[in-house]
């Protein structure tokens, strides 16, 4: 069967990797000038979305991660999500995402060693598969089980796309339509029997794509990212920015229907989302940026209820507008209305549940 994803022809090309130090070097310096003291540093929490990589002079691996993880909050494992590197180099282009699970296993072995603290980085693994191949993907996903050393627990495909052609810079190329293709949905037929849950990658005018899926699904879990890929900040969506929130709102409330549907509560950092906190002169505190972010994410836990959302920090992504300890501050703040069982839900039960992590 042959893929419905092509590569994308729009994707930049690796900058200098001097240059890129340089920036990263810059953006660290401006990150470190806003300081705070830790909030509720004994409340446990798993980290359910980061990334490792090396992209030009930018290295994010354990030991980055574990610098961020041991500021002070109480981070007990993470989850890493897929990000396209590591792939095997010999490996068909099918075959080749087996390579990112391979890495990510030997990093959770590290941590889960006496060489580190007790964090257990990697706890959970989500890799990607190209699923628009059918039912032809299911060898993929046996060779992801295989080497994720019982951490793999499902796969992340980014269908991000919106009318506005600019916005669409993920790695493939594909139909508005991905999502109800039937060859796509052969593909995802086959995680529900392997015990594999699925990250959606989407953007807000897709929600209601998804809650079809679901629904078609209902026996497969599925974990939407970033709130949805809310793009009411964006050049095309700016000047009618309080339509798309709405809109994206009552999407929302329509996906919260699904039983089957967790909801991570973060990425908003990321700077093509035009919200525009890289942009400061210095950066936000976490009281503004619980201010910024609070009523959106608000809006998810009162759509999905405690148990189905997770707080999430998507470094290093989201490090563009935020350090590690602010971030995790800015959730403490939003949460700061919620029960201390909502609490656990919000920062460690959800997460644990949505990705079959048993830490006890």
């Known amino acids: 069967m042959p893929t419905k994803m092509l590569p994308n022809p729009k994707r930049h090309h690796p900058a200098d990797p001097e240059a890129v130090r340089r920036q990263h070097q810059r953006k660290l310096a401006w990150l470190a000038t806003q300081k705070e003291d830790i909030l509720e540093p004994e409340l446990p929490i798993i980290d359910p979305h980061h990334h490792m990589w090396v992209r030009g002079g930018n290295r994010y691996y354990l030991e980055e991660f574990l610098a ?38 030997g990093v959770a072995a590290m941590a889960a060693s006496s060489t580190y603290n007790s964090t257990l980085v990697c706890a959970g693994i989500v890799g990607t598969a190209d699923i628009s191949v059918g039912a032809e993907v299911a060898q993929v996903l046996d060779a992801q089980i295989a080497v994720g050393g019982g951490r793999f627990r499902g796969i992340r495909v980014s269908t991000k796309w919106d009318a506005d052609d600019d916005l669409n810079t993920t790695r493939y190329v594909y139909s508005r339509d991905l999502m109800s293709d039937k060859d796509f949905r052969a593909g995802f037929a086959t995680l529900a029997p392997r015990n594999l849950s699925f990250d959606a990658m989407i953007y807000h005018p897709q929600i209601l794509d998804l809650a079809d899926l679901a629904r078609a699904f209902p026996g497969t879990t599925i974990i939407l990212n970033h709130i949805g890929g809310l793009l009411a900040w964006t050049r095309t969506y700016v000047a009618r920015k309080e339509e798309a929130i709405a809109d994206w709102r009552k999407s929302m409330m329509e996906l919260a229907k699904c039983p089957n549907v967790y909801v991570k509560l973060g990425g908003l950092g990321m700077t093509y989302l035009g919200l525009g906190h890289d942009k400061l002169p210095a950066p936000a505190n976490s009281a503004q940026l619980a201010e910024s972010w609070g009523p959106l994410f608000k809006h998810c836990i009162d759509a999905f209820g405690p148990n189905r959302c997770m707080f999430e920090s998507n470094f290093p992504p989201d ?41 006890d």
């Not at 494992?77 to 890495?103: D, H, I, Q, T």
């Not at 935020?322 to 959800?350: C, D, H, M, T």
């Open 68 to 105: 961020e993880a041991q500021t002070g909050h109480n981070i007990k494992a993470s989850v890493f999500v897929e990000c396209g590197s590591f792939y095997r180099k010999n490996a068909s282009p099918l075959m080749a995402p087996v390579g990112e699970v391979e890495f990510a296993n």
């Open 319 to 359: 490090r563009d507008s935020v350090s590690y300890p602010v971030i995790w501050n800015a959730f403490k703040r939003i949460a700061a209305g919620y029960s201390a069982s909502e609490k656990q839900a919000l920062f460690y039960g959800a997460a644990a549940n949505a990705y079959r992590l048993n830490l």
